[in-house]
């Protein structure tokens, strides 16, 4: 009797250094959740969850980022308690702040795509300031644009009231987290893995 063998290919380092990466930023995505601050007449409160949906594109790119959020995602689904108020299942991905959830993985691959221009990663401490500000400003906008819009349709709310409710407040905290993502990138001591 004669055993077949063959060999099997080894998974380039270059992969598992983004794999490793893209779980290490879920990992972080779930461990700030807890740290939040409830805000009056809104339930959804400030985490720095959106400041790692930054980094998540800026470091990982348009492919890895998204990956690590919906890593991060189905942490949740499957009742770890990685989102706000450390709380988990699959009852948090359709409830009222369902549409931020959803919108995560959606921004990163924006901000990726935009910054890494393509799918081959480039040092995103090399994009000039200007760029890095109007890709934040635009990947805050359809968090903002799919949780408002998500939220607002669940509570047959008007667009205005959930605008009010479910975005105004969370302004100036977005533009300190659009600073923040800018500060850790151009410090130049995080870079992605080239493939």
């Keep these: 009797m004669e055993t077949e063998r063959s060999s099997a290919e080894l998974v380039d380092d270059a992969v598992v250094g983004q794999i490793a990466r893209a ?6 995505l779930g461990a700030v959740a ?25 470091l990982l790119g348009p492919v890895w980022g ?9 942490a949740g689904a499957i009742g770890l308690p990685v ?10 991905l ?18 990726g795509l935009l910054v890494h221009r393509g799918t081959e990663l480039r040092d995103p401490a090399e994009t000039p300031i200007p760029l890095l500000v109007s890709v934040l400003l635009g990947a805050t906008l359809v968090i903002y644009a799919m949780g408002t819009g998500y939220a607002a349709w669940l509570l047959e709310l008007e667009l205005w009231e959930a605008t009010l409710t479910f975005a105004a407040p969370f302004v100036p905290g977005e533009l300190l987290k659009i600073a923040a993502a800018i500060a850790i990138v151009k410090s130049g001591r995080i870079r992605p893995l080239q493939s």
């Excluded at 339930?43 to 800026?58: H, K, R, S």
């Design 23 to 28: 779980a290490l930023l879920a990992t972080l």
């Design 34 to 58: 807890p740290i939040s601050i409830p805000i009056p007449l809104s339930p959804a409160p400030i985490t720095l969850q959106v400041l790692f949906v930054f980094l998540a594109g800026l």
């Design 66 to 74: 998204p990956i690590s959020i919906l890593l991060y995602l189905a």
């Design 83 to 92: 989102f706000s108020g450390m709380t988990g299942g699959i009852g948090v």
């Design 94 to 111: 359709v409830g009222t702040t369902a549409g931020y959830l959803w919108s995560y993985p959606i921004a990163a691959g924006l901000v």
